[in-house]
């Protein structure tokens, strides 16, 4: 509860007396103190404290802010999201979509939060998502001819990212194989698909989407892998050195997810390989597959209508499904 009070009025990076916010709060100014001390502890936010002005976010903060999202939606989008659930923190988003899959039906649900304590991964790695710096979200999305229609899904959601960031006038991005979002070999953000219900009829997809907006260095030392975010690629690319800030990248991404959404189980990959191949980081390279320890090595041709890897090796071209697959190049 004070940190729902005493967020909003640091957000904008100017000096905030202690008098202001022990009257927001309606404490002491010496709780002020312990509750600024606190919330900068549980958020790892920096807050200075100077005698005299009081306290301030450097910098300042964007909040999520789900007025700004909306009124930031396209014409074919908005009518496509159902509800916004904005969290402070949360374990994992997906893990939240999950949970409340009963209760908050699908199409066009979306959770997300400014935090969360235990954002999963692909292949059970851990998701480093530090308060209010990167976007971390999770669409849900019901189907009805189960997991057969959805091959190529997550790599269709890769290419809705690449859309949302050109229309924001970021830096071309690529995407790496099955779902990896990359800017200069780099990972810039990862796409996680869950799924509820009938593999053969009725499902619920939950779409996670991971974006390193602004890392904090700090954050950025649990990462255990070459990693960027977008102010550092609009530091060294974009000429205004900032990038669009996090409400309007939010809109941006689900002005391509919902609509992508509410049309691929008719549309199929195949109304997105060719973009996809036109953002494939790998294409014509020697990588090698990481199948749980089983090692193929080959050179990356691409994708097949399904999105199944092609892979030239030297007993012919193979078809390389996702789940568990891990690409790199071949050293
Ligand atoms: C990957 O390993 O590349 C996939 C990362 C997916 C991270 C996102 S953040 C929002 C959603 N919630 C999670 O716990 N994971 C996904």
Redesign the pocket.
Known sequence: MPRSVLLPLLASGDFCSGQVLADALGVSRTAVWKQVNKLAVETGLEIESVKGKGYRIPGGVELLDAARIRAGLAQQAAPLLSSLNILESV?????EAMRQLEAVRPPGVVHTAEQ?T??????G?Q?V?PFARNL???VVWEFGQGAGSLEGLSLAVGVAVARALRACDLPPVQLKWP??VLHGGK?L????LEMAGDVAGPCQVVV???LNVAMPPSAAREIDQAWTDLATMAGHDHSQGQHPGRNALFSALLNEILPLLATFENAGFGAWREQWQDLDAYADKPVVLDASGHRVAGIARGVDHRGALQLETTTGMQSMFGGELSLRPAS
């Open positions: 374990d994992s988003t997906n893990a969360q235990a954002g999963r991964g692909r292949r790695r998701w998502s971390y979200l999770s779902n990896d990972k953000g990862g796409i996680l996670g989407l991971g």
